[in-house]
């Protein structure tokens, strides 16, 4: 599996599909999605880009528990994360959270290689049907980098993203 990371550029327009439904169900629906997602955070934990999360234990489960619901719903499962959203569409709300946070490339690839970690562990899920789950993550998240390395901060607008 390649789980190839490509380059955030500021200001690009990002096309990204939301993941295939196939894949929600080949992780195991509400119940897999949790695992995957749970063991993702416990890497987070562990990883560059730990400061960036809440250190109190209760805090940190609310995340995980509205992060699991975010992924089950956008890869086509029940509309579980829908109150979450306050009525805006689910990904534009997804940039705009990401905007309380300093975000660089750099971190964004902290949090990709963590990913692949935890999808690397992940058992009879078709390659196929990873890559394309993988696919939506590396470009959508070009969209949550606001913090440039020339110093400057970029926060992309929803009209960016293009939904192919
Ligand atoms: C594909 C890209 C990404 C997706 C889909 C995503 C998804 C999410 C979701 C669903 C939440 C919980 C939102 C809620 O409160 O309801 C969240 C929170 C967060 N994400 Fe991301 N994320 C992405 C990329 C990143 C990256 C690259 C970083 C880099 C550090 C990051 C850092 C955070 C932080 C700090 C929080 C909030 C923690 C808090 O509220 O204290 N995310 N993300």
């Known amino acids: 599996m390649s789980m190839e990371i490509t380059e955030v550029k500021k200001g690009e327009a990002v096309h990204f599909q939301n993941p295939a439904k196939e894949f929600y169900k080949a992780v195991g629906e509400e119940e897999g999605m949790r695992t995957l997602m749970y063991n993702f955070y ?7 880009i730990a400061n960036f999360f809440p250190q109190d234990e209760e805090e940190f489960e609310a995340i995980k528990v509205k992060n ?8 086509g499962g029940p509309k579980v994360y829908e109150d979450e959203a306050q009525g805006m569409e689910l990904n534009e709300y997804m940039i705009r959270i990401h905007d309380d946070f300093s ?5 964004r690839i902290e949090w990709l290689g963590t990913m692949r970690e935890a999808l690397q562990e992940l058992e009879d899920v078709n390659e196929k049907l ?6 939506y993550l590396d470009n959508f998240s070009k969209l949550t980098v606001n913090s440039f390395s020339d110093g400057s901060t ?11």
């Not at 975000?103 to 971190?107: G, Q, R």
């Open 42 to 48: 416990d890497k987070i934990y562990e990883s560059d």
């Open 68 to 75: 699991t619901k975010f992924f089950i719903q956008i890869c």
């Open 130 to 135: 990873i890559e394309d789950f993988w696919s």
């Open 154 to 164: 970029y926060y992309a607008a929803y009209t960016q993203a293009k939904e192919d």
């Open 103 to 107: 975000i660089t490339e750099k971190s």
